[in-house]
């Protein structure tokens, strides 16, 4: 299997290296990721339940899409990329806001990410890829933050903290 690496920035998001993935997240090392934030006409969301099989957070409810950009990447590539890789479509991306965010999971992995959200529109199905996917469904800001607050243990760390940044007037 090839490594997969990311890119090593400061709180400014400079670029200061390339790190292996997995090790960088071990290490709790700051890299750059995105999330993606996918709205129909009717304002509602397309959320993910991220496979079992992925190296954290496996199973949990999570927004449109995150990753992580290539080193050779722009964050705008690296979401267009991922966008159709695990969801089978691709649309136009709108960068909105970034933030840092540092959290630990129980096997021993860190999230230390400087992470980009980008929003976009669609009103068509998807065609997730079940090797990163397990289930996805469209859900009303409403109805996401409600369930969140009574089941806050359903869903990834990341996506709870950007939809409280996230503002009606962001959606397109």
């Not at 790190?19 to 709790?28: P, R």
């Not at 990341?158 to 959606?171: Q, R, S, Y």
């Amino acid at each position: 299997m090839v490594k997969q690496h990311v890119i090593l920035v400061d709180k400014n998001n400079r670029k200061i290296g390339v790190e292996e993935k997995i090790k960088a997240h071990k290490e709790g090392k700051l890299h750059r990721a995105f999330s993606i934030f996918i709205f129909n006409s009717e304002g509602d969301l397309l959320i993910q339940q991220r496979a079992k099989t992925k190296y954290h957070s496996g199973g949990l409810w999570s927004n449109t899409v995150c990753s992580h950009p290539k080193p050779d990447e722009t964050y705008l590539q690296a979401a267009h990329r991922r966008l159709k890789e695990e969801m089978g479509f691709d649309c136009n991306l709108k960068k909105s806001f970034c933030f840092i965010y540092n959290t630990g999971f129980q096997n021993g992995l860190i999230e230390n990410e400087y992470d980009c959200v980008f929003i976009g529109k669609f009103d068509g199905t998807p065609k997730p890829n079940h090797k990163e996917i397990m289930d996805y469904k469209w859900i009303s800001m409403k109805e996401l933050k409600q369930d969140i607050i009574k089941n806050p243990s359903k869903y990834s760390v990341w996506l709870k903290i950007a939809l409280n940044k996230i503002k009606t007037t962001m959606i397109i």
